[in-house]
């Protein structure tokens, strides 16, 4: 196990370029306790829109926590040693006392957190959450031009409005989704070079058609939508013009690793957010609007009925939700979210600094 004297996190940044990576709190004390650095929560199902890839309103729940149990829950998530939360939707911005579970999160834990939305919210709300403590946005921006569907130009369209209006408010960390669907493919590179050099940081995902339960499935995708085979030449076109134009300095969130995988992840839907020979914890704990702890992004499962956030103060029942987990995740035939895969492989760099790997550097 790599020593205090030895530990020099500094060199762990300067070897993973990772924005988010960057901003993790950690320390040689905290380091070996560590298990999962990640979390996403669905502050909601509800939303303003109904965006045609987007399954997640599809998903109706009995009941959704008050913003005081997810101030509860956010502090459990503290307690587990989690580094950063993104806080999504559905459309988190329809959530009265968003700005309370903001402030209690900039002020009360040490977590660094951003918050996803579609943008269509007034200059009131976004002043409210900035003077609350905002630390990261990210917008939903897929398009520049008009000639695309109403939902994703309203959205893209209020997104660049809202991160010019957030930049003048002083939130430090602005960033875009682009969701690169048969669409917009040939549109991307314009709009990830408009967004860096307005000093957006870009993440890149193709479009999902999710495999988990009560998502579309595949087969049955909206074809103008949908990424297929007859895709890849200019999927992998794309890759490598990101690529180059991530090397020249620009601000694109993904690794090289996952953009370069995106021809082929992207089309086949079939990577792997667990190990399919070894049980683990998941790369990034995901929590539903009623509190259930999710399989993934995409699916609840079995584990939604057996867990929730608010378990897993219990050290003996977290350990026993590792491995309901896998358990789960392990009938899941694959997709290519991008924060699950950079979430794995922060945890696998997490995993060699804890043993001191000598293959890190």
């Given amino acids: 196990m790599t020593s205090k004297e030895d530990f020099d996190i500094q060199a762990i940044k300067d070897y993973v370029p990772d924005a988010l990576w960057d901003s993790f709190k950690l320390n040689p ?7 999962v650095l990640e979390a996403s929560i669905y502050l909601t199902r509800d939303c303003n829109l109904k965006c045609q890839y987007c399954k997640i309103i599809k998903t109706e729940l009995e009941e959704e926590l008050s913003i005081e149990r997810w101030i509860e829950a956010v502090d459990i998530l503290e307690s587990l040693g989690i580094r950063f939360v993104n806080i999504a939707g559905g459309e988190p911005t329809v959530v009265k006392g968003l700005s309370r579970l903001i402030s209690h999160l900039d002020k009360n834990t040490t977590m660094d957190f951003s918050v996803v939305s579609n943008s269509l919210f007034g200059d009131n709300m976004a002043r409210e959450l900035a003077e609350a ?10 398009v520049l031009g008009d000639d695309v569907a109403l939902d994703d130009l309203r959205k893209s369209s209020a997104g660049i409005k809202m991160l010019a209006k957030l930049k003048e408010l002083g939130v430090p960390y602005l960033c875009a989704n682009i969701v690169v669907s048969a669409q917009n493919i040939d549109k991307v590179m314009d709009v990830v070079r408009y967004l860096s050099d ?5 993440n890149i995902c193709p479009i999902l058609w999710g495999k988990g339960d009560k998502w579309d499935k595949i087969e049955a995708a909206d074809r103008t939508y949908r990424l297929g085979p007859e895709h890849k030449a200019r999927l992998t076109a794309l890759s490598k013009e990101i690529i180059e134009y991530k090397r020249t300095g620009a601000l694109i969130l993904p690794t090289e690793q996952y953009i370069e995988a995106m021809p082929d992840y992207g089309i086949s839907l079939s990577w792997k957010c667990f190990d399919e020979e070894k049980p683990g914890p998941p790369p990034r704990l995901t929590i539903d609007a009623d509190g259930a702890m999710m399989t993934c992004i995409n699916m609840r499962g079995d584990l939604s009925v057996k867990h929730s956030i608010f378990d897993l103060k219990d050290k003996d029942l977290f350990e026993e939700f590792i491995s309901d987990w896998w358990r789960d995740a392990s009938s899941c035939t694959g997709c290519y979210w991008s924060t699950m895969v ?14 001191g790997s000598s293959d890190l550097f």
């Fill in 29 to 35: 004390e905290r380091l070996g306790e560590l298990r």
């Fill in 342 to 355: 950079m979430a794995q492989e922060r945890q696998e760099t997490l995993e060699r600094l804890k043993t």
């Fill in 133 to 142: 403590g905002l630390r990261a946005y990210v917008a939903s921006v897929d």
């Fill in 198 to 202: 307005e000093g957006v940081w870009v």
